[in-house]
């Protein structure tokens, strides 16, 4: 997203944060990122974009390390046919 060059949440309201941090790492093009961690929840992506009065949400959840399998034999199966190292699984999907 920040490859598009622009600004992202700019200033409507003034914030004040009681804990450092608490809001999540903002990052120089104002986008925010936060980490969570809870047991039983192996892998959650959630993108969230917003503009006044509405919010699109795109979000995947893995509760089980077997969702990955599939990814991990097609990986296994293939990986001596490759000619060096490899960075990404899109050249193997």
Do not use: C
């Amino acid at each position: 997203m920040e490859e598009l060059g622009k600004t992202f949440n700019p200033p409507q309201v003034e914030e004040h944060e009681t804990l450092a941090g608490s809001r999540g790492g903002q990052r120089d093009s104002g986008l925010r990122l936060h980490s969570i961690r809870l047991p039983g929840l192996v892998a959650h992506q959630e993108v969230m974009f917003g503009a006044p009065g509405e919010t699109y949400t795109l979000r995947h959840d893995t509760i089980d390390r077997s969702a990955y399998m599939p990814g991990v034999l097609l990986t296994v199966r293939r990986v001596r046919q490759l000619p060096g190292l490899v960075y990404g699984l899109e050249r193997l999907l």
